[in-house]
């Protein structure tokens, strides 16, 4: 039997400010509007996963003593 996805995931909270949570949710809804195949519903959660990925990703370049520096390091 095979497990579903989400199962297999942990739980991890966040505090994200409103304008994250409203772009966020609006993305989500674009992509699910555009899709072409049937399959894996892509969720906020699963956009978050892509972004911790992401930012995984370039973490030879982040420095940085504040919220503001980290977010200047990595270009945003």
Excluded: P, W
């Amino acid at each position: 039997m095979e497990v579903t996805k989400y199962l297999t995931l942990e739980r991890k909270e966040a505090r994200l400010r409103q304008n994250q949570i409203d772009a966020l949710t609006d993305l989500t809804r674009s992509l699910n509007r555009k899709r072409s195949k049937k399959g894996e519903r892509l969720t906020d959660n699963t956009l978050i996963r892509v972004a911790v990925d992401l930012l995984l990703s370039k973490a030879s370049q982040i420095h940085g003593d504040t919220e503001e520096e980290l977010r200047k390091s990595v270009g945003l």
